[in-house]
């Protein structure tokens, strides 16, 4: 299964998913499961950015690689938690 790092806001996950979208939903089922276990908030951003290299806010300079990065809807990503998916 293909490892991807997920961006959102102050979320940073790497996750392994079949799918980038599938990584930004279990990217939210960690970070939830955190959070009710006492730990940190976070915040999501308007977009999750989902590549297979690393995370972009890492990059020098901050740039998105179009060739290489998926964006995709926060409101997408929390239809989906909130079905189950």
């Known amino acids: 299964?293909?490892?991807?790092?997920?961006?959102?806001?102050?979320?940073?996950?790497?996750?392994?998913?079949?799918t980038a979208?599938?990584?930004?939903?279990?990217?939210?089922?960690r970070a939830t499961k955190v959070y009710l276990d006492g730990g940190e908030n976070?915040?999501?951003?308007?977009?999750?950015?989902v590549?297979?290299?690393?995370?972009p806010s890492n990059r020098e300079p901050f740039t998105l690689d179009?060739?290489?990065?998926t964006m995709v809807s926060t409101n997408h990503i929390i239809e989906a938690f909130e079905d189950g998916s």
């Open 1 to 18: 299964m293909p490892k991807y790092y997920v961006e959102t806001g102050t979320l940073q996950e790497i996750v392994e998913s079949d």
């Open 66 to 69: 179009s060739e290489n990065d």
């Open 51 to 55: 590549n297979q290299k690393g995370f």
């Open 21 to 29: 979208f599938g990584a930004c939903v279990r990217a939210v089922h």
């Open 42 to 49: 976070v915040t999501l951003g308007e977009s999750f950015i």
